[in-house]
Every structure is written in structure tokens, then in C-alpha cells.
């Protein structure tokens, strides 16, 4: 069964970027990935989508045709999505089997010494259709996933007729949470898409690198948000709030309201920032239920010996290649995991809003070291290379016959 992740979110929540940074990221993890577009609005996303509702639907084709306004138009497009199924299952159908026929050669960063160049080498993983990963980017409405029931439909059609497996990813603003009511709003918003998608669901605080940046205290840790503790600290906040006070007690029950369904807590994301990524991928995968191809096979292992320690042995054949990167892991990979361990909410706040400064400087220096890693690991690939090439042509002058012997040999 292939997987996936349906990103949505209210506009500008950053869905595009993040469906870009993510498909970046899982191609550099070697994961099978593939993009889809089905916001009729993005006719220049920044990636290459494998299938993109433009091709059946364009957002202008329903305004002129029906002489629609832009949200009416957009959906219309997913209404228009919904009754051509078979053309979205066929599309994807045909780019999940390209992906199998052809899967790309190994990331640099899985395969450093470019093995797969190399006589012999190991060939690019094969990959099938149960590790396909496929990642969904949607329009900004947020009534897509709060009671219209076109992308709901659109959703179970594809779980029943291509066996996928799928999580919504729901990202929404962190600088929410600077305001006790936009912060009430966002628990309410994400707590209708959890009930309308019935999907496992991953909310998430996006921009969180923007919160320091603010210039503005949250009220509480950066946790009490996250986890949606007691939401009864809110009440005085809100009644503070000028623009609430007749609303005392519809705030007290909606925070009750939210509080005993108990479902909505948040990740957070900063997408250029690789662990953040990570530990969101992560999270992901746990919903999903996903191992990755690239985690049995080819991710170098948590083990701790030194990369400049393992350099030491002898590289005389493809079998002491891979022992050589089971022993040496990436510096990320080694301080990202395990999951539990990887930036809590405590290192969240610290890094992002409490000492952004400090953590850009210890950031900076850590990203010094993998740089002198990785350029240890070229020069050592080079020598090696140089070495190998060497001994290749002392082989094959060796086996040529020079004219004199050839000469002497004859009868
Ligand atoms: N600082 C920062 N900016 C971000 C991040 N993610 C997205 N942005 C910015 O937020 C803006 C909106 O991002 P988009 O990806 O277009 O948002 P979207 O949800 O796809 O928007 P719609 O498709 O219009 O609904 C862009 O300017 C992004 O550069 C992030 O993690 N950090
Ligand atoms: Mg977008």
C-alpha cells in the first residue's frame, strides 16, 4: 500500500513550502516520493508535480465558464476533481509505475563514495509500490476540510482504489498562539478537520522560527500550546481581551468543548531547519505506520564510532564499503534520533523563541563540523578512487600482451 500526506491548512499557512522542503528532504532521505498538486490556484508551484489538477482543471477555466468568484471557482475545481476521479487515480497510477520502472540513483548522501557509479557497484534500489510516498498540496479554503465534502470523498477514493494509506498534515500559523483568542480559534479549526478528514492527523505550528521574531512574550511555555493543557488558564486572558468580554461564556465552552474531545495537540515546524524536519517526519511515519525502504536498507546505523576513526580501514571491496557506513553515521542522523529525544518542546522554545541568537551561533559551529566532515569523507573518496583506477590499469597491462611476448609465444 503506497502512503501519503494530505497537506492542509488556512492560506499562507505555508503548505506549498513545506510540500517543497519535504519533498527536498525525503528525496535527500532516498524515499520514493512524488508531489501532487491539487490546488487549481498554484499554476507556478515551486516543484515539479508528478500529477497537478491544472492538467484536468485550471482555477480560470471555472470562473469564465461559470462566471464564478475565486472561492466559488476553487470549489467548483475540487467538485469538477471529485466527478473525474478515474483521470486523478489513472494519473497517479501511471507516475507511481514510472517511479518503479525507474527509480533515480541513490542521494549523495546515502551512497558518499559513489558506489553506484563504480564496476559492480550496487544498483539504485528497487522500489515497489507499497514505498511509494506521496504528498498532497491543497488550497488554502479552509472549508475544504471543514464541511465541504469534496476532498473528503477525493480522499477515501483513493484509500479504496489505490490502497493508499493516508494522514492529513494540518499546518496553521504558530503566531497564533501570541493571542489567547486566535490561539482558541486555531483549537476549534483544527479540532473540525480532525472530526470532518476522519484521517490520522498530524496538526502543526508552522513558521515557529518566526515566533522570536515577534517581539512579543507568549503568555505561557511554548508546551502548554503544543500539548493544549488546561485550558482554563486562557479564560482571564480572554476576558481581558477587549474585543471579548460579552463572550465569557462561550469562550469557557468552547475551551470545554475542546478540552473533552481531547484530541488536538501540535508539532512544530521551521522548514529550513533540518531537525525540525525531521523529528516531523518522523511524527509522520508513527501516524502512517511507514517504515522507510531507505531505514532497512541503506541510513547509515545509529552506531557511535568516529567517522575519521573508520576511515582507517582497508576499502578493498563493495561489502567493506557499506560495513564502513553502517559505522560511520552522519553527524545529523546520529544527534536527530532517537524520536523521544529529539527536540522537545523545551529545545523548541529555547532554540526559536527564548535564545534564537545563542542557538544560531552553536548551530553555525556544529554545521562547521559536518562540513569538515563531509569534505573529509571527498578527499577520501578521491584517494580511493585514484587508488582503484590505478590498480585497474596495472591489471589490464598486465593481461595485454606486450608485441615482443606475443611474438615469442608464436609457433
Ligand atoms: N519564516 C518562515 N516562513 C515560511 C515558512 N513556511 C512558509 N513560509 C513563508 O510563508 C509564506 C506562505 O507560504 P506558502 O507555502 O505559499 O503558503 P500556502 O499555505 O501554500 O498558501 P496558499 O496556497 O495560498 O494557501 C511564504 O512567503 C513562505 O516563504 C517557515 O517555516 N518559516
Ligand atoms: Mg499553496
Not at 485550471?58 to 476553487?74: E, F, R, T, W
Not at 498540496?137 to 479552509?142: E, S
Not at 483549537?187 to 478528514?197: E, F, K, N, P, W
Not at 502543526?204 to 507568549?218: N, T
Request: charged residues 20%.
Amino acid at each position: 500500500m503506497p502512503v501519503g500526506q494530505v497537506v492542509i491548512g488556512p492560506p499562507g499557512s505555508g503548505k506549498t513550502t513545506y510540500v517543497w522542503g519535504l519533498y527536498q528532504f525525503l528525496t535527500a532521505l532516498g524515499r520514493p516520493v512524488l508531489v501532487v498538486n491539487l490546488d487549481p490556484a498554484a499554476n507556478q508551484p515551486p516543484y515539479e508535480p508528478a500529477v497537478s489538477i491544472d492538467s484536468l482543471i485550471s482555477l480560470g477555466d471555472a470562473v469564465d465558464a461559470h462566471h464564478l468568484g475565486p472561492n466559488g471557482a476553487m470549489l467548483y475545481c475540487l467538485e469538477y476533481l471529485e466527478h473525474n476521479l478515474d483521470w486523478l487515480v489513472e494519473q497517479l497510477d501511471r507516475a507511481m509505475s514510472h517511479l518503479e520502472a525507474n527509480p533515480p540513483s541513490r542521494p549523495a548522501a546515502l551512497d558518499p563514495d559513489g558506489l553506484e557509479e563504480e564496476d559492480g557497484g550496487p544498483p539504485p534500489p528497487k522500489w515497489r509500490r507499497e514505498d511509494m510516498y506521496v504528498v498532497f498540496d491543497t488550497p488554502g479554503q479552509v472549508e475544504l476540510s471543514t464541511n465541504h465534502d469534496s476532498l473528503k470523498r477525493i480522499v477515501a477514493a483513493l484509500q479504496t482504489r489505490l490502497g493508499f494509506r493516508l494522514a492529513a498534515v494540518h499546518l496553521v500559523d504558530a503566531s497564533h498562539i501570541l493571542d489567547a483568542s486566535r490561539y482558541v480559534a486555531v483549537l476549534l479549526l483544527a479540532l473540525r478537520t480532525m472530526l470532518q478528514l476522519e484521517l490520522p492527523h498530524v496538526n502543526v505550528l508552522s513558521k515557529i522560527d518566526l515566533l522570536g521574531q515577534a517581539g512579543q512574550d507568549l503568555d505561557f511555555n511554548l508546551d502548554y500550546y503544543t500539548e493544549v493543557q488546561d485550558l482554563s488558564y486562557l479564560l482571564p486572558l480572554l476576558e481581558r481581551d477587549q474585543r471579548t468580554p460579552r463572550f465569557a461564556e462561550l469562550n469557557r465552552t468552547v475551551c470545554d468543548l475542546i478540552e473533552e474531545f481531547g484530541l488536538v495537540g501540535f508539532e512544530t515546524l521551521a522548514v529550513e531547519d533540518k531537525d525540525s524536519m525531521l523529528r516531523l517526519v518522523q511524527v509522520i511515519d508513527q501516524a502512517l505506520g511507514y517504515v522507510p525502504p531507505s531505514l532497512t536498507t541503506a541510513l547509515p546505523s545509529s552506531s557511535s564510532s568516529s567517522a575519521s576513526h573508520s576511515h582507517s580501514h582497508s576499502h578493498s571491496h563493495s561489502h567493506s564499503h557499506a560495513s564502513h557506513h553502517a559505522h560511520a553515521p552522519h553527524p545529523t542522523f546520529a544527534q536527530s534520533q532517537p524520536l523521544s529525544s529529539a527536540l522537545h518542546a523545551g529545545t523548541i522554545q529555547e532554540k526559536w523563541v527564548d535564545h534564537p541568537t545563542e542557538w544560531d551561533q552553536f548551530e553555525k559551529e556544529r554545521w562547521k563540523a559536518e562540513g569538515e566532515w563531509a569534505a573529509e569523507r571527498a578527499t577520501e573518496q578521491s584517494r580511493r578512487r585514484a587508488v582503484e583506477q590505478a590498480a585497474k590499469a596495472a591489471e589490464r597491462t598486465d593481461s595485454t600482451p606486450t608485441p615482443t611476448m606475443a611474438a615469442a609465444e608464436a609457433p
